[in-house]
């Protein structure tokens, strides 16, 4: 049985890791454009695919917090976050609920629409 590729010579279609289904390559709402960043130990930031919505995912006693708040826009307020963040300030975070697993709040935040 032969693979049907692109023109980069890519799968033409994949397992979707997010889904589970089986798409063309870019077609799943699930397409990631930003990445999970470390902010601490069981200290997670995600921002939404539309830049909207900059998510928290937090390890506490009770499972793993997604929190949110609106993506900071210019140098001011990215360096006003940043120093929150640092002193451990919660202030600005809307907590959406707690799940069981990181992976859970990572899907939940996903699934989240402005």
């Known amino acids: 049985m032969s693979t049907r590729h692109d023109n980069e010579g890519q799968p033409a279609l994949f397992l979707c890791m ?18 999970l960043t470390k902010v601490g ?10 830049a909207r919505t900059l998510w928290r995912l937090h390890k506490g006693t009770d499972g793993w917090g997604a929190w ?19 002193l451990g300030e919660w202030d600005g975070w809307q907590l959406d ?14 699934a989240q629409r402005p």
């Open 18 to 35: 997010a889904c589970g289904m089986i798409h063309a390559r870019g077609a799943c709402e699930h397409d990631r454009k930003y990445q």
């Open 41 to 50: 130990a069981g200290d997670w930031l995600l921002p939404s695919n539309d």
């Open 68 to 86: 949110h708040r609106p993506m900071p826009h210019g140098d001011a307020e990215l360096d006003a976050l940043v120093e929150e963040i640092t």
């Open 97 to 110: 609920g707690t799940l069981d697993t990181r992976t859970q709040a990572i899907t939940y935040a996903l």
